[in-house]
């Protein structure tokens, strides 16, 4: 097989959006960040409260750009930063678990998988937007450890936050993404699951990289 898609899902700070960037890059596969899409909507939705779900998918155009890591544009401005602060992340559970805006990103990101070539990361990709991915892999880790990364890539992006506080909106975060009614957070049957606590980020990723040769 010349060309296959990757499907990365787990819950938050797994290590998914890391390990999948490498993939990619060592595949020369595209990237693509499925959190960043439902995190851009929050953002649209914490500025306009007024507006309908419905409507408010129709106004937006969200595009994914493949430079200086991923940069994420909505409408043209760039809201790479800005999705990751906390007012972001305490909403996005809500905003994902709205049937109007998973129906309006799940038919983009299959409009993007459909020619293949691509290492997608989120939580209902093997599930629900590439059931037929070639290689689906379930990433956990220990809620101790993603707490720990989180708090580093959050010292490191200048945004405020304690160990405790993450360990509670993870816990929070997890358990809303996997009770909501639509495609809620689950391993696909067929996923290989990997649990990254402890693990490198290159031992993940060659991993990966070893199970995606096997289909290649
Ligand atoms: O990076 P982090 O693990 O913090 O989260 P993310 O991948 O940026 O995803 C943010 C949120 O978007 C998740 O907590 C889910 O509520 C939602 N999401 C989803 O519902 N479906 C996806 N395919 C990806 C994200
Ligand atoms: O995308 P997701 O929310 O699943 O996680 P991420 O943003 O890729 O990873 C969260 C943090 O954990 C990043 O700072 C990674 O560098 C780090 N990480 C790690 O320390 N060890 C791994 N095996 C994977 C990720």
Known sequence: MDKINIAIDGPAAA????IAKRVAAALNMIYVDTGA?????TFAHLNNKEIPFNELVNQLEIKLINEKGQRVLLND???TDRIRENDITENVSFVASQPE???FLVELQQMMT???GVVMDGRDIGT???????????MIASVEERANRRLLDNESRGIASSYDQL???????????????ISPLTKAEDAVSIDTTGLSIEHVTDKILSLAEERL
């Open 37 to 41: 899409m439902y995190r851009a909507i």
């Open 15 to 18: 290590g998914k959006s890391t």
């Open 128 to 138: 629900t937007v590439i059931p037929d991915a070639e290689l689906k892999v379930y």
């Open 167 to 181: 360990i509670a909106d993870i816990s929070e975060r997890d358990h809303l993404d996997m009770t909501r009614d």
């Open 77 to 79: 401005e760039d809201i």
């Open 101 to 103: 805006v998973r129906a």
């Open 114 to 116: 459909r020619d293949k």
